[in-house]
T-cell receptor
Framework: AQSVTQLDSHVSVSEGTPVLLRCNYS??????LFWYVQHPNKGLQLLLK??????LVKGINGFEAEFKKSETSFHLTKPSAHMSDAAEYFC???????????FGAGTQVVVTP | EAQVTQNPRYLITVTGKKLTVTCSQN?????MSWYRQDPGLGLRQIYY???????DKGDVPEGYKVSRKEKRNFPLILESPSPNQTSLYFC???????????????FGPGTRLTVL
C-alpha cells in the first residue's frame, strides 16, 4: 500500500509566483516527514523536516511546509519561485520506528521566466 | 569535509557477474541506507542499517545483499545482476535519534549501473 502520494508529477510556475507541491501520507504512527530536492544530475538535499514539534516547518531557500494531521497532508510551499528552484522534489515519510523510509514518486518543478 | 562517498560512479556489467558498490561516510552516523531511483518511481529503499551488524529490508530487497561490519561502510552486493537492476543507486547516512527517528539524510553522489 502506498504510504506517501505526491499529487502532481509536474508543476509549472512563472518566476516570482507561488509554488505549491502537494503530499499526502498514510501512517498508523505519528510520522516523521521530510522534503528533499534533487537538482539535475545531483544528489538529494534536505529542504525541511517535521518531527512532531511545530506544525509549520520552515526550511532552506524560503520553503516551508505545514503538517495537517486531520488531512494527512504535508504540502510544500514557497511564496515566490526563483529560476534556481527548477528541480525534482520528493516527499518522504518514515514508517514507524524501524528506520524504513518511503519516498513519493516526485514532483518535477519547471520555472518559466 | 563531511561526506558520503560511493564507488564506482558508473558501471556497465553483464548478467550474472557479481559486483559490489561501496559506500562510506565520515560523519559517524549510525543509520545508513541504499536506494534505487527509476523514472516515475522516485527512490525506493533497498536495505537499511541502524547500526553495526543491524540491517533490515526496505521495499525492494530482492537480488541485493548488504553488510555492516564497520560503522562507516555499507556495501551493496549484487550476487547475480540482472537487466532489471539497471538503475541509479544512492547511498545515504544519518544520525539515529532518540525516539527512533532518522535525522537529515546525507546522500552520496550516486552510482549509475547498467546490466547488459
Amino acid at each position: 500500500a502506498q504510504s506517501v502520494t505526491q499529487l502532481d508529477s509536474h508543476v509549472s510556475v512563472s518566476e516570482g509566483t507561488p509554488v505549491l507541491l502537494r503530499c499526502n501520507y498514510s501512517s498508523s504512527y505519528s510520522p516523521s516527514l521530510f522534503w528533499y530536492v534533487q537538482h539535475p544530475n545531483k544528489g538529494l538535499q534536505l529542504l525541511l523536516k517535521y518531527t512532531s514539534a511545530a506544525t509549520l516547518v520552515k526550511g532552506i531557500n524560503g520553503f516551508e511546509a505545514e503538517f495537517k494531521k486531520s488531512e494527512t497532508s504535508f504540502h510544500l510551499t514557497k511564496p515566490s519561485a526563483h529560476m534556481s528552484d527548477a528541480a525534482e522534489y520528493f516527499c518522504v515519510v518514515q514508517l514507524g520506528s524501524w528506520g524504513k523510509l518511503q519516498f513519493g514518486a516526485g514532483t518535477q518543478v519547471v520555472v518559466t521566466p | 569535509e563531511a561526506q558520503v562517498t560511493q564507488n564506482p560512479r558508473y558501471l556497465i556489467t553483464v548478467t550474472g557477474k557479481k559486483l559490489t558498490v561501496t559506500c562510506s561516510q565520515n560523519m559517524n552516523h549510525e543509520y545508513m541506507s541504499w536506494y534505487r531511483q527509476d523514472p516515475g518511481l522516485g527512490l525506493r529503499q533497498i536495505y537499511y542499517s541502524m547500526n553495526v551488524e543491524v540491517t533490515d529490508k526496505g521495499d525492494v530487497p530482492e537480488g541485493y545483499k548488504v553488510s555492516r561490519k564497520e560503522k562507516r561502510n555499507f556495501p551493496l552486493i549484487l550476487e547475480s545482476p540482472s537487466p532489471n537492476q539497471t538503475s541509479l543507486y544512492f547511498c545515504a547516512s544519518s544520525l539515529w535519534l532518540a525516539g527512533d527517528t532518522t535525522d537529515t539524510q546525507y546522500f552520496g553522489p550516486g552510482t549509475r549501473l547498467t546490466v547488459l
